[in-house]
């Protein structure tokens, strides 16, 4: 498993930008796919965001399509989400999640990945 240190996160009005990241430790993430999810509070993990094991393919919730950029640093092996216009309803713990057997079709599951983030707040207030 690759061990993940998240940071970045914390509290903003709504409209405002944030990037949380998320550092893989003792190798790469070269042919891993990339993924962050959300949990708020009461519902279930949610999948935000995935890059495909090769890179070629970005895939996004619809609810963040347009605002959020998920983006990978190989030579830094770190794994990024920007999130542009943030909203209230954005308010969840986001986790960051790798993956060396991820097809395309699991990308939204979260049983597909292998290692996770630790997780770390964003809080969006009107």
């Known amino acids: 498993q690759v061990q993940l240190v998240q940071s970045g996160g914390g509290v903003v009005q709504a409209g405002d930008s944030l990037r949380i990241s998320c550092a893989a430790s003792g190798r790469t993430l070269s042919g891993y796919a990339m993924g962050w999810f959300r949990q708020a509070p009461g519902k279930e993990r949610e999948f935000v965001a995935a890059i495909s094991r090769t890179g070629g393919y970005r895939y996004y919730t619809d609810s963040v399509k347009g605002r959020f950029t998920i983006s990978g640093d190989n030579g830094k092996k770190t794994v990024y989400l920007e999130m542009n216009n943030l909203q209230p309803e954005d308010t969840a713990v986001y986790y960051c999640?790798?993956?060396?057997?991820?097809?395309?079709?699991?990308?939204?599951?979260?049983?597909?990945?292998?290692?996770w983030g630790q997780g770390t707040q964003v809080t969006v207030s009107l």
């Open positions: 999640a790798v993956g060396s057997r991820v097809i395309a079709s699991e990308l939204r599951n979260p049983r597909a990945y292998d290692s």
